[in-house]
């Protein structure tokens, strides 16, 4: 099983970043795939979650409206369009997948938003 992150960087406030997580030796289309992030001395939180055909999507509240996630299944791929960052989501994302009652993650990619 391997989760693969990328599409991490650099950007200005304001500015956007894609994130990307492809997925292998699982079950990616019937998986609930999700986005965390984690800052220094914080908790790791669930940033955003898909269902397995994308029908339903959740987001924690800071990034409503700022943040898309989708999933293209043909391709075991996940996507993250962040919009309008902010400071504060300077983070290491993560992706997970959740198959058959098993979490699989991945190993991570940081996200910088700084002037």
Known sequence: VQLVESGGGVAQPGGSLRLSCTGSGFGFSRSIMSWHRQAPGKEREEVARIINHGGYTNYTDSVKGRFRISRDNPRNTIYLQMNSLKPEDTAVY???????????????TQVTVSS
């Open 94 to 108: 993560y992706c997970k997948a959740y198959s058959g009652s098993v979490e699989y993650w991945g190993q991570g």
